[in-house]
């Protein structure tokens, strides 16, 4: 393994076995490079698998230390329709054979209020969700599953702080579930705020994020703290 897939805090390294559960990762949407193209220097994916990547990152490790953990891989489908038609791609259909390969319920939603429900039905009676991990666009405040696709730097489809205690089943989440935000600035907020609402603690980094090392086959690096 990579020693950027260790670059977190002492607590993040120490935790117990976890018995066999349920894995939740939801990947955010890809922006259109049409409009990024317009934003110079600071575009965002460059690349459209960013997001789609890192989610194959976890689960490879995931299928290493647990083969016959169940993982669920809620995706915001709409940004990869749009994507892909500007790339003359089938994006979805390489989300699909991803899934496939690592043997991933995969979970195609089109809303955030369907990104809830998606996690809140992962767990299965008894097996709650053990480890919950997102990959995508977000803010102090919310994770943006539509980012600079439909709007040039706007997002259209998130996922707010103020909506976890109504919109997300913190008995889906067992009490030791690890739970992991690789979005931009989550720490300086969403993460007090998940907590409160779901029982567990989320990492986020207290700055951006950066993605590149997921080309490497490494997990994206916070150019901030890790805190929850």
């Keep these: 393994m990579k020693i950027a897939r260790y670059i977190l805090p002492l607590g993040m390294l120490l935790f117990s076995p976890l018995a066999y559960g349920v894995e939740v990762i939801l990947s955010g949407g890809v922006a259109l490079k049409s409009w990024e193209h317009f934003r110079g220097p600071s575009a965002h994916d460059n690349w459209w698998a960013n997001f789609i990547r890192a989610a194959t990152v976890q689960m490879d490790m995931t299928r290493r230390k647990k083969p016959?953990?169940?993982i669920v891989w809620v995706v915001y489908r709409p940004s990869y329709v749009t994507r892909g038609r500007e790339d003359g791609k089938d994006?979805?259909?390489m989300i699909r054979e991803q899934a496939a390969k690592r043997n991933a319920q995969l979970v195609l939603v089109d809303t955030a209020d369907q990104a809830f429900a998606a996690i809140n039905n992962a767990a299965r009676g008894s097996d709650k969700i053990k480890s919950f991990y997102y990959f995508g666009h977000s803010n102090a405040h919310s994770f943006m599953l539509e980012y600079s696709n439909d709007i040039i730097g706007a997002s259209t489809q998130w996922m707010h702080e103020d909506d976890l205690p109504t919109k997300l089943n913190r008995k889906a989440f067992a009490p030791d579930a690890r739970c992991r935000s690789f979005g931009c600035y989550t720490g300086n907020s969403m993460s007090a705020k998940w907590a409160k609402a779901v029982?567990?603690?989320?990492?986020?980094?207290?700055?951006?994020?950066r993605y590149h090392p997921v080309s490497n086959g490494c997990l994206p690096m916070g150019n901030g703290k890790w805190v929850r």
Excluded: D, K
């Design 91 to 93: 994006y979805i259909g």
């Design 68 to 70: 016959q953990e169940s």
């Design 199 to 209: 029982g567990v603690p989320l990492w986020g980094n207290t700055e951006a994020t």
